[in-house]
T-cell receptor, first 116, second 110 residues
Framework: EAGVAQSPRYKIIEKRQSVAFWCNPI?????LYWYQQILGQGPKLLIQ????????DSQLPKDRFSAERLKGVDSTLKIQPAKLEDSAVYLC??????????????FGPGTRLTVL | GQQVMQIPQYQHVQEGEDFTTYCNSS?????IQWYKQRPGGHPVFLIQ?????EVKKQKRLTFQFGEAKKNSSLHITATQTTDVGTYFC??????????FGAGTTVTVRA
């Protein structure tokens, strides 16, 4: 079974530029998550999709971050414009069902963003 | 909002020794999950605990969920170099949003 795919793996941009990340979850997984992991911290949930609908985006900085999951499969996360404090690893994860207590989240390799 | 705290932040262990890392939540949890992240890698699911007082073992790893469902522990016996990494606990608190602790980073002296 293929895992969660993410691209690019690394990205370096200057502040005020825009950037987009792509995620392809495990086939058949209904729920997709985007996390931000700052160095030395645990992952912080940015947004959670069930199929193509948003179920939680309470921690997404909506003035600069946006995400979509068209057709309920792939997802993109965009930052526009980027700030220095956005430097982090952006992790995508997927799970088979929605909000099941027995559900496991499978993480992708992440995209390491550096904002200069 | 819900906060999940882990101690210690760093654990330096002599190979062959045992150690324990602790996870505490500000609210009662529906369940708790543990993940391991190797250096440069991504979090990988280890185990999930659901019941009050539950204890689960995976080879040299023992996971425990507190009676009040507000804390958890991970105990590793006879530490090996393969145990190097950061161990995260993550709790669900009724809102079905997984809140991660900051992790315990483990290094092993051979």
């Amino acid at each position: 079974e293929a895992g969660v795919a993410q691209s690019p793996r690394y990205k370096i941009i200057e502040k005020r530029q825009s950037v987009a990340f792509w995620c392809n979850p495990i086939s058949g997984h209904a729920t997709l998550y985007w996390y931000q992991q700052i160095l030395g911290q645990g992952p912080k949930l940015l947004i959670q999709f069930q199929n193509n609908g948003v179920v939680d985006d309470s921690q997404l900085p909506k003035d600069r971050f946006s995400a979509e999951r068209l057709k309920g499969v792939d997802s993109t996360l965009k930052i526009q414009p980027a700030k220095l404090e956005d430097s982090a690893v952006y992790l995508c994860a997927s799970s088979q069902r929605y909000s099941s207590l027995s559900d496991t989240q499978y993480f992708g390799p992440g995209t390491r963003l550096t904002v200069l | 909002g819900q906060q999940v705290m882990q101690i210690p932040q760093y654990q330096h262990v002599q190979e062959g020794e045992d150690f324990t890392t602790y996870c505490n939540s500000s609210t009662t949890l529906s369940n708790i999950q543990w993940y391991k992240q190797r250096p440069g890698g991504h979090p990988v699911f280890l185990i999930q605990l659901v019941k009050s007082g539950e204890v689960k073992k995976q080879k040299r790893l023992t996971f425990q969920f507190g009676e009040a469902k507000k804390n958890s522990s991970l105990h590793i016996t006879a530490t090996q170099t393969t145990d190097v990494g950061t161990y995260f606990c993550a709790g669900w608190a009724g809102d079905y949003k997984l809140s991660f602790g900051a992790g315990t980073t483990v290094t092993v002296r051979a």
